[in-house]
Nanobody
Framework: QEQLVESGGGLVQPGGSLRLSCAAS????????MSWYRQAPGKQRDLVAL???????NYAEAVKGRFTISRDNGKKMVALQMDSLKPDDTAVYYC???????????WGQGTQVTVFS
C-alpha cells in the first residue's frame, strides 16, 4: 500500500507563490505517473498537472504557464510550484500516484491552498 503525504499549502495573496510537495513511502515510485488534483468547495476534483515516469508533463489550461510539476525519483517526491496565484486557485490540492502495473490509484490526504486579497 502506497502512502502519500502532501505539504506546503497555506494562505497567499493574489500574485503570490506556493510550493506543494508530496512524499511517497513505497519502493515503486519511479514507475508511477504522479499527478496533482484540486477540489474547490461544491465542485468536482479536477486534474491540475501530471508527470509521467519519463518526465513528460501535462497541465490543465487554467494553470499553464503558472504552475510547474516536477519529480525527484531518488527522494520519492513530486512537487508543484505555483506562481501568479489567483483566487480561483483556492482549493484542496491532492497528490495522486498511478501504478501502471497494478492499475491502482493512491491519494494523499490533501492540503488547503487559499488565495485571498
Amino acid at each position: 500500500q502506497e502512502q502519500l503525504v502532501e505539504s506546503g499549502g497555506g494562505l497567499v495573496q493574489p500574485g503570490g507563490s506556493l510550493r506543494l510537495s508530496c512524499a511517497a513511502s513505497g519502493n515503486m515510485f519511479s514507475i508511477y505517473t504522479m499527478s496533482w488534483y484540486r477540489q474547490a468547495p461544491g465542485k468536482q476534483r479536477d486534474l491540475v498537472a501530471l508527470i509521467t515516469r519519463g518526465g513528460t508533463t501535462n497541465y490543465a489550461e487554467a494553470v499553464k504557464g503558472r504552475f510547474t510539476i516536477s519529480r525527484d525519483n531518488g527522494k520519492k517526491m513530486v512537487a508543484l510550484q505555483m506562481d501568479s496565484l489567483k483566487p480561483d486557485d483556492t482549493a484542496v490540492y491532492y497528490c495522486n500516484a498511478f501504478n501502471p502495473l497494478a492499475s491502482r490509484n493512491y491519494w494523499g490526504q490533501g492540503t488547503q491552498v487559499t488565495v485571498f486579497s
